[in-house]
């Protein structure tokens, strides 16, 4: 009796941990970060130009975006990023097409009364060439619907500045770098 009664208990709590294990798991997965990355190089084998750009969407369904690039042949000056529709580089990033635009917007500057939903703008590169940008948003998401998924987009850096007014490009100068937003 004695004996089957420790089983019970041994049982009871071997149950009770096992529950405890799959509540956490459970819960790991509903906060589970997804995470995007594109690497960024350059598209005209004599002008160096190179960046990574890695995204994580958070529970609250934020995107969070890190750019690093790096083009040593604009240093002390800004080059234009945007995300642009295609997520292909070639042909020297025209391949990419125009700027992604699901929502219809007119090109401009992020945050102003009108822009496409990847118009990242112009960013500052330091004496070595070296820029960075950290920007939070609910317009993008890692594998959500086609108005704000951002995977398989492509991500241009431009030799220029971006305008924030010529339609539909800024008038932001030729594609030196290039990468495609890929899950991580
Ligand atoms: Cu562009
Ligand atoms: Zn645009």
Known sequence: MKKSISFSLKALTFTFIAGILIQASCRQNVS???KAEA???????DYPASGIAK???????????????????????SVAVHFHEHGMCGNEGNDAHGHWNPTNKQHGK?????????????????????????????LWTIGGDSTTNILNKGIIVHSG???YTTQPTGNSGARVACGVIIMK
Do not use: C, R, Y
């Open 161 to 163: 500045v971006d305008d």
């Open 55 to 77: 995204f994580e969407q958070e529970k609250d369904g934020k995107v969070e975006m890190k750019l690093e690039l790096t083009v040593p042949g604009k240093a002390n000056q």
């Open 32 to 34: 589970a970060e997804k």
């Open 110 to 138: 992020w945050g102003s009364s009108s822009f496409h939903a990847g118009d990242i703008g112009n960013i500052t590169l330091d004496a070595s060439g070296k820029g960075q940008l950290t920007l939070e948003t609910d």
């Open 39 to 45: 690497v960024i190089t350059a598209t005209k084998a």
